[in-house]
């Protein structure tokens, strides 16, 4: 699923940034912020230098961003200057004080946006979010001088959104009730199920859903990749899916996979065409029991990794579905023994690799080498020179922290505590060979899960309360109000390394939130507030996994 610094990206690629502030560690993160968000990145320590560089007629600036103090030209100055030759470029003030009369001099310099210091990744972000809607506006403007310009706008936007609306109603048919949610075992050992979905096209042949029984640690998933001409093999796919999902949901208490798989045959064979295949793999993951069915309809082998370190095939195929299917073998496996498994179709597996081979040759090393879902497919990434077809994966892993613990901590949730777990996490990453940009991001991702612990966690303070106690300017009052309550609650935060990757379970005294608002997260609603910290902290670790309740998040990076 592409994360929301890709979809900034569809607008910002073309787009110029130039930002301007005096301290070089400020500047530094900036570059890691921008440079793989914008085509071109300038910098400037003060406001004569950016001056400078916005005169120069070899640069095209699309976006400003600069702090209020500075030497030599504080941020108004040089606004100021700006606006006598500019008055439409968006420009985004970074501040430490609200005074009145340098709020009321930028509003009168039509300042775009105001960034509160401290600066986090996630206020930065929403700033540019807010500010290149402007330009393209501007742009959009531009290009209306001529009608046939706008009306050829208008049928490439309406595509567009035909385009977005097919895909969105895909996302939506898939379920995944395991979205960012683990299945905790005891305290130790934990189950986390991930997966990988990006169609080739709009209109995809491929689709999962991974469902969770009621009241229950055991799993319900598949995945279907459909063959045949044109949009009709997306249309099979999607029947399918709707179809046994329908079922799943009615027929969950008394759930039965052969049955279930045999009413799906009853009715699929009425809706596909002669020319019409359909390869599949069905399973049902009993977490307390230690064992697995699988029903593989011509699809990749499911492969597992035993604790000894053996990569092992776990299914034998059937044969792929057809308007005259019949019968099928269920194959039962032991997975006390197993570390990871991982079913997948074969877009995966016949993509092209540098090498001028299929990926097919180094798919189980891959696996047997990954420690999550995310390592794997950035060894499948530098394998592969483009994805040739739609591509799908499931990964299951059975994590065990015992024996693995690094150090444990406790904080009270204040303000002042938060800032020495951030203290003490950047200690931990110095024991790395971490570059800055490296242990930035890990900073941030960090950031973003410990205040939410802290905020909505054991303080109790909406989302929505949040954001309208920040537009209010009483959130520092407000805070230092429920800190008062709630300040003696604890945050424990428990960190381990296992195999080169460094995990950490954050947790809180607070009653939690419910994680199902985190599966809007599949469809990227970027406009959305809820989850929108996590979804930033998603780029920066290679899982994050809360419990059931919400009031503990597992998450970790492969750093060795």
Known sequence: ?????????????????????????????????????????????????ALNIIKDKTKSIDLILTDQSMPVMNGIE??????????????????????????????????????????????????????????????????????????????????????ASAFKKQLNIIKNDLYKQRIDINDDTHILIDHFYKPKDILSGDTYSIHRFRNSNKLFFFIIDAMGKGISASVSTFASTSFINYYFDKHQNKFDLRKMLETYLDFIRFEILEDEIISAIFGVFDVEHDSMELVNFSMPPVIGLTLSGEVKKLTTTNLPITAY?????????????????????????????????????????????????????????????????????????????????????????????????????????????????EKMRLESGFTELIMNAYEHGNLHIGSNQKQKLMENGNYTSFLISAEAIYGDKNIMVKYYLINGMLVLNISDEGEGFDTNILKALLIRDITMFHGRGIAMSDNDFDFIMYNDIGNSVLFGKKII
Request: with cysteine; charged share 25%.
């Open 1 to 49: 699923m592409t994360s929301i610094v890709d979809e900034l990206k569809k607008y910002t690629h073309n787009l110029s940034i130039l930002f301007v502030d005096d301290a070089s560690d400020i500047r530094q993160m900036y570059h890691f912020f921008f440079d793989d968000l914008f085509k071109n990145v300038y910098e400037a320590e003060d406001g004569v230098e």
């Open 78 to 163: 040089m606004i100021r200057e700006v606006r006598k030759h500019n008055q439409i470029i968006p420009i985004i003030l970074v501040t430490a004080t609200k005074e009145h009369g340098d709020l009321i001099d930028a509003i009168n310099l039509n300042v775009t946006n105001f960034v509160e210091k401290p600066i986090s990744y996630t206020s930065i972000m929403t700033a540019i979010e807010g500010a290149i809607q402007r330009v393209i506006v501007n742009q959009l403007v531009q290009k209306n001088q001529e009608q046939e310009l706008e009306i050829l706008k208008y049928k490439n936007a309406y595509s567009n959104y035909q385009e």
């Open 325 to 437: 299917s019949e019968g099928f073998r269920i194959n039962k496996i032991d997975t006390s023994n197993l570390s990871k498994v991982m079913l997948y179709s074969d877009g995966l597996t016949e993509n092209t690799t540098i090498d001028n081979t299929q990926y097919l040759d180094y798919v189980e090393q891959d696996f047997k080498q990954a420690s999550s879902k995310n390592e794997f497919m950035k060894l499948f990434a530098n394998k592969v020179k483009e994805q040739e077809d739609d591509t799908t994966l499931i990964y299951i892993e059975k994590f065990k922290l015992c024996n693995f613990n690094l150090r444990s901590y406790i904080y009270k949730s204040t303000m002042s505590q938060v800032d020495k777990a951030l203290e003490d996490f950047s200690l931990i990453l110095d024991d790395f060979e971490l570059s800055i940009v």
